[in-house]
């Protein structure tokens, strides 16, 4: 047994691919939380696909190079962020019409780019669904330090973030700036859809967002305990997902997700049988 946990270790992609989904993990469930419980999960799905034209571009300056994508991505990634919060804020539209707006017009931009491009198929896949396994040490870096930023904004703004996301009556007693927290919040999911590009791809991307958060929200009341359990499950869903990606031999983004996906689904039926 310990045989077969050690074998993948001998290679370096599969450590860095370790380090990568752990780090995506925590990440993806601190944000997430925000996501499952203010119902965001068709804006997290949408923002994620926004970023496609940020890579065709990236694609097309940098000759196919993977590091000018994560920026383009981010840049792109930023501007649907804002775009979204602004246009819901000053067309007097509900967010999800906002979202449906941006999502669709980003999209359709990086169709037309990608269409631009000779044999884009085999290279742009790699963002469409993930490549965790061809992470370099440069990602990790990149990975890593985005990750630090957003979890220790969340943390840094814990109090305030809760209460605009669950009280707004008490954030404008208190005079919270409301309207920028949203819009600060809107953009680290958008920096944490980036960040985890490469482990699970734009077409996964929403079910590192929402999966371990909503298993964690069947088995715990408080916010804490929510974002701990949900980062918990999130790295052992990278962590196994890997493992069963190099054994079984099949895709390590859809691996992940569907591992996530049966800690979902045991959750759900725990909570079942409880009930009763």
């Known amino acids: 047994m310990l045989d077969l946990l050690l074998e993948p270790l001998r290679y370096p992609f599969m ?18 939380t925000y996501v499952v419980l203010r119902g965001l999960a068709f804006y997290g799905d949408a923002l994620a696909h926004t970023i496609l034209p940020g890579v065709a571009v990236g694609y097309l300056i940098g000759g196919g190079e993977r590091k000018p994508l994560f920026w383009w991505a981010m840049l792109a990634a930023l501007v649907s962020a804002l775009g979204i919060g602004l246009i819901a804020r000053t067309a007097r539209l509900k967010e999800d019409t906002a979202v449906g707006i941006v999502f669709a017009g980003m999209f359709a931009v990086g169709i037309a780019v990608i269409s631009t491009v000779r044999n884009y198929a085999v290279d742009l896949t790699h963002f469409l669904f993930g490549d965790i396994l061809g992470v ?32 707004p009556v008490l954030a404008t007693t208190l005079r919270l700036p409301a309207k920028l927290l949203d819009f600060l919040l809107l953009v680290l999911i958008a920096m944490a859809i980036v960040v985890s590009l ?79």
């Open 15 to 32: 450590v860095r691919g370790l380090m990568a989904a752990a780090m995506v993990g925590v990440v993806c469930a601190v944000v997430g």
């Open 136 to 167: 370099a040490a440069g990602d990790l870096w990149l990975i890593g330090g985005f990750s630090a930023v957003i979890v220790l904004t969340v943390l840094a703004l814990y109090k305030e973030f809760m209460v605009v996301s669950f009280d």
């Open 198 to 276: 490469q482990t699970v791809g734009i077409a996964l991307m929403v079910a590192m967002l929402v999966t371990p958060a909503a298993t964690a929200y069947l088995l715990v009341q408080r916010l804490p305990s929510m974002m701990a359990l949900s980062a918990l499950i999130a790295v052992l869903s990278g962590v196994i997902g890997l493992y069963v990606s190099y054994f079984v031999g099949i895709a390590s983004g859809a691996a992940i997700v569907l591992v996530a996906t049966a800690f979902f689904g045991m959750a759900w039926l725990a909570r079942i049988v409880v009930r009763r």
